[in-house]
Nanobody
């Protein structure tokens, strides 16, 4: 079983910055993709950003230019730097890791961390 442990999150003012970190452990299979999802109250869970082992990234339109995702393959860590935060960024953020196990895709999730943007 893969364990994902997140750190970061908290309360910040609009326009402020916050960094999230996630460390994956216990995987005996290669983690192909890592990313961050978020779910705000009354909304569906959505992809915020994802990164492949090769460094290819994908961002939600709402965070492009403000958020940066990065990854350390050797340590199986993924980071999300969030800048110019807006109240609409308020959500529970979840770390995600994807493996291929005997030809089957497996998704693993962190416990979630609350990010609140408010004056």
């Amino acid at each position: 079983q893969v364990q994902l442990v997140e750190s970061g999150g908290g309360l910040v003012q609009p326009g402020g910055s916050l960094g999230l970190s996630c460390a994956a452990s216990g995987s005996i299979f290669t983690i192909y993709g890592m990313g961050w999802y978020r779910q705000a109250s009354g909304k569906q869970r959505e992809l915020v950003a994802a990164v492949t082992r090769a460094g290819s990234t994908n961002y939600a339109d709402s965070v492009k230019g403000r958020f940066t995702i990065s990854r350390d393959n050797a340590s199986n860590r993924v980071y999300l730097q969030m800048n110019i935060l807006k109240p609409d960024d308020t959500a529970v953020y979840y770390c995600n890791a994807v493996t291929n196990e005997f030809g089957y895709r497996r998704d693993y999730w962190g416990q979630g961390t609350q990010v609140t943007v408010s004056a």
